[in-house]
């Protein structure tokens, strides 16, 4: 009986995401190229110490096509060649811009302060924000500013499709998908300008130069080190609607190059999402009882043979299992991270609760060699 029981709340866990996320899959699509002329953009990449990548995002964003752009690269204080390989760029061409980020003032995110300074530097009314591990599919600008333009909203965003290196990342970076669609009400989301169900993906992000104004923009997320949560709901608390559309045809992201940066790349925005005090509890006991667990279920209850119990909990395997297949084969992810499933989900709650950890002990999160729990406390 208690076999039984269990298997149901699991079966309910894994349901309610599953549909969820079944219904979102019909919502999230790829945005059509507009017929007539589109407004230029202006493509706004921050870089620390991104030499590794720099030269293919910059290659890919000149090879846009349908659209008229800008590409400004903002150095922030990089130690490494960054800033020499974006001069070569621009020699070359002069659509590309290298500018050099002001001093980081205390309180600020390194990220969303060369946001802000790059927002003052665009010479069009369009802000498209990539991060300097992005690159752009030759029409993913134009089919970016067309979804904007059909949809009449002030941001939009999309999950960039994701270029896997190690073990860790084909584990974890295909939950992006899971956890976007499988408990955001993009219904509501559509409907509404409720900050509670805005939400975006950093590495792509564009605005319009007037929502951002009105908002204010990054300067009014400068602490944050999430700006995919922290935007659209700045946004969404102005009036302004925001939207998201499945960018895997529109541009590629490779984020880390290791297991350590994927570990720490994921630790340091755990606590301002799921891993946050108000849902690491609740987000514990709903993944693990209906993404982990029913695999366990469906052997116990073959072991016991009630067949009762096998039903719902093969059913609740299927429901855990069904957003992954559905996102394997839509956003071209990783095989292994769909096979070993159930450990993905354990890591990610490790990960949230290593976050929540660290927090209550003060420690700093650190990234791009900066500490921003010291700067954060800062007034």
Known sequence: MLLFLLSLASLFLAGGPAFMFVINWMRYRTPSLATEPLPPVSILIPARNEERSIGRV???????????????????????????????????????????APSLPPGWCGKQHACWALSQRARYDLFLFIDADVSLEPTGAARTVSFLQQTQVDLVSGVPRQEFSGFLDRLLIPLIHF?????????????????????????????????????????QVKQSLHDGLELPRLYRRHGLRTDL????????????????????????????????PALIVPTTIILSMGQILPSLWVILALQCDCTSTLVVAAASLFCSWLPRTLALVSYRQSLLGWVLHPLSVLIFLAIQWSAMVRKLRGLPSVWKSRDYVQRAMVK
């Open 58 to 100: 910059l290659e890919s964003a000149l090879q846009t096509k349908g659209i008229e752009f800008e590409v400004i690269v903002l150095d922030d204080a990089s130690t490494d060649q960054t800033a020499e390989i974006v001069r070569e760029f621009n020699q070359q061409d002069p659509r590309v811009r290298l500018e050099s």
């Open 179 to 219: 956890v976007l669609l499988g408990f955001l009400p993009m219904g509501r989301m559509r409907k509404t300008t409720d900050p509670a169900v805005g939400a975006a993906c950093g590495q792509l992000i564009l605005s319009t130069r007037s929502g951002y104004e009105k908002t204010s923009g990054h300067e």
């Open 245 to 276: 559309f499945d960018a895997t045809s529109t541009a590629m992201c490779r984020m880390y190059h290791s297991e350590y940066e994927t570990w720490k790349g994921l630790e340091k925005n755990a606590t301002a999402g799921l891993g946050s």
